[in-house]
């Protein structure tokens, strides 16, 4: 009997950018608290569940920094999200056009399919819109308050998360009335949202301090690290791409230490403890930026499977490459001068699945696919080592996808991967911990890993250089080389200058230096780059093309210089139609 295991590490991305404009505080979009009452407290039940499971969750210090704003927007009844404000308003027959405009510019942005089609008496709602919305906007005018109502509050409902529906008595009564909704009804539901919320984070704290869960972390801001450091790094994988004008993002080294350094800083102060590891935002990694996770003491990073492939094949592209079993399922140990870190790869096969496939599939079906497949991993590794499986993917927009937000698919694949016989689920840290125990070496040595183990763990890979990429298309061409790329690039590089001089001049107050220190960090975020471009949705393009050029334009006026006047023109138009609304890319 052998006694080869499978360890499979499933990692849920969980993450939003800001979405306030941090002038006045106001949230410009409501996803942070949409995705928070749908889907982290979706992810968190799961595991509570299924306490013999294990996972890893990669919360981003920002997502994290907009739900503890929430939870003290309902503590304190002072709101500030212009549609969670409406969800109380008291009068909704008096609304101005442009609150009337926003209940109905954001009460239908979800997946008709999962989300509104289910539901009559939310069909209704979205038909009888339709047939006003044909006749023109005076049309729109006979849509009343009740309606407003009714809207909102089955937008909300839609939005809970399916183990919220199925512990609260209030959302089955609310959903079996259907219509007719009252301001008591509004209030009610509107406190369930407020208590899902301010429960997230301990909830996920108690299953980290119990040992079921491993939570890392992220830059603070989610900036793509190595395009902070050296733009150049962009032709490691895709040589002769168009760079920006700017030649470098200036003094980028040290605004990816910060980030680096102010993510372990916030991940201690929630959860006691600093990161084992980190998910660089979109598994964005290069020599350099894994010299950055190292040195800030680091003992793990992950990226995508084609990062691993262009860095076996070396930067001349003609290193032979051995089968994908031989390669993908083991961690690579990386020398980056005085220190040492593991990188891990994801499976993209895999993981692609969860994010893009099994959502069409009967949920039995899909975790039976899952499991065959991981056993057919377990066969064909190498005899005598354990495989580690790494399934990577964004923790929160898929599941709208699936029937009942992923409820059934969830629940089974837990259940199934508890009772398997060889397949161990894990953490990137207790399976590094394994490694150090298993060859008797001190914990404190943190990557205590030798080439061959001599015992069931697979042989640790090594890599001498690291050719940079990112999780999709192992390349970064999801953030720079497109023109509206470069030029939103060379737009935050004009204002890092200004800053500079600015903070040079010590021309401003501690606190107008904090303000705008913040909105720098707002303005490096990967997000804005990833929604340019005219392959995305028009809305979504439209919506963040804005609010990256409100950032940029509250910086200088933190700085206390006139705003420049391309500012005012838009970066990207968008127009496509890509697939799960451009929220989600497959690797390749």
């Not at 492939?309 to 003609?318: A, T």
């Not at 890979?461 to 690291?466: A, E, N, S, T, V």
């Not at 200088?556 to 138009?573: A, F, N, T």
């Amino acid at each position: 009997m052998t006694d080869k295991k499978l360890h499979l590490i499933l990692c849920w991305h969980m993450h939003q950018p800001d979405y306030r404009n941090l002038t006045t505080g106001e949230y410009m979009l409501p996803w942070t608290y949409l995705h928070a009452m749908k889907d982290y407290s979706d992810m968190a039940y799961h595991l509570e569940s299924h306490p013999q499971a294990k996972s890893v969750f990669n919360f981003v210090p920002v997502l994290l920094d907009q739900l503890e704003d929430y939870s003290r927007q309902f503590e304190q009844g002072k709101l500030r999200d212009p549609l969670l404000a409406l969800l109380i308003e008291k009068d909704l027959n008096s609304l101005s056009s442009v609150r009337r405009e926003l209940v109905f510019d954001s009460c239908f942005r979800s997946n008709h399919t999962k989300m509104i089609d289910p539901y009559p008496a939310y069909k209704r709602l979205s038909d009888l819109y339709k047939y006003h919305e044909l006749n023109g906007e005076a049309s729109l005018d006979f849509l009343s308050g009740q309606y407003l109502a009714d809207l909102l509050v089955w937008y909300h409902l839609v939005w809970c998360g399916e183990s919220v529906r199925r512990s609260s008595e209030l959302v089955v009564n609310l959903m079996a009335k259907g219509s007719h909704f009252t301001l008591a009804d509004r209030r009610l539901l509107f406190d369930l949202i407020g208590k899902t919320i301010q429960g997230l984070i301990p909830r996920y704290r108690k299953l980290a301090d119990s040992g079921q869960i491993e939570i890392s972390t992220t830059p603070h801001y989610h900036p793509i690290v190595p395009l902070l450091i050296d733009f150049k790094v962009a032709r490691e994988c895709m040589p002769g791409v168009a760079l920006p004008e700017a030649l470098c993002y200036p003094g980028g080294l040290k605004r990816a230490s910060f980030h680096i350094t102010s993510a372990i800083e916030s991940h201690r102060d929630r959860f006691g403890i600093a990161p084992q590891g980190v998910w660089p935002a979109e598994g964005g990694v290069s020599q350099a930026a894994a010299t950055v996770f190292a040195e800030h003491g680091c003992r793990w990073m992950a990226s995508g499977e084609a990062v691993l492939v262009n860095s076996l094949r070396g930067l001349d592209g003609n290193q032979p490459v051995p089968s994908r079993m031989d390669y993908l399922y083991r961690p690579y140990r990386l020398a980056t001068g005085d220190h040492e870190i593991v990188s891990f790869f994801r499976d993209d096969k895999l993981s692609d699945k969860i994010g893009f496939e099994y959502a069409k599939w009967f949920g039995r079906d899909a975790v039976d696919n899952f499991i065959d497949e991981l056993e057919e991993i377990w066969r064909h590794t190498p005899e005598g080592e354990s495989p580690v499986v790494s399934v990577i993917l964004d923790g929160e927009n898929a599941w709208e996808y699936y029937p009942y937000n992923g409820y059934y698919f969830l629940s089974e694949m837990y259940d199934a991967l508890e009772s398997h016989p060889f397949i161990r689920t894990t953490t990137f840290k207790d399976y590094l911990d394994g490694c150090v125990e298993n060859n008797g070496m001190q914990a404190q040595l943190p990557l205590g890993l030798v080439e061959n183990t001599g015992n069931t763990s697979p042989a640790m890979g090594k890599l001498p250089y690291l050719v940079a990429g990112s999780w999709v298309y192992g390349t970064f061409s999801t953030w720079i080389g497109d023109p509206a790329k470069n030029r939103a690039w060379d737009l935050l590089c004009s204002a890092k200058q200004s800053f500079d001089l600015v903070m040079g001049s010590g021309r401003l107050d501690k606190q107008e230096v904090d303000l705008a220190h913040k909105q720098l960090a707002d303005c490096e975020g990967s997000d804005w780059f990833w929604w340019f471009g005219d392959y995305n949705p028009q809305h979504s393009v439209e919506s963040f093309d804005k609010l990256y050029r409100d950032n940029l334009s509250n910086l200088y006026r933190l700085l206390k210089l006139p705003v420049p006047e391309q500012l005012g023109k838009p970066i990207s138009h968008g127009g496509g139609s890509p697939e799960a609304g451009g929220a989600m890319r497959r690797a390749a």
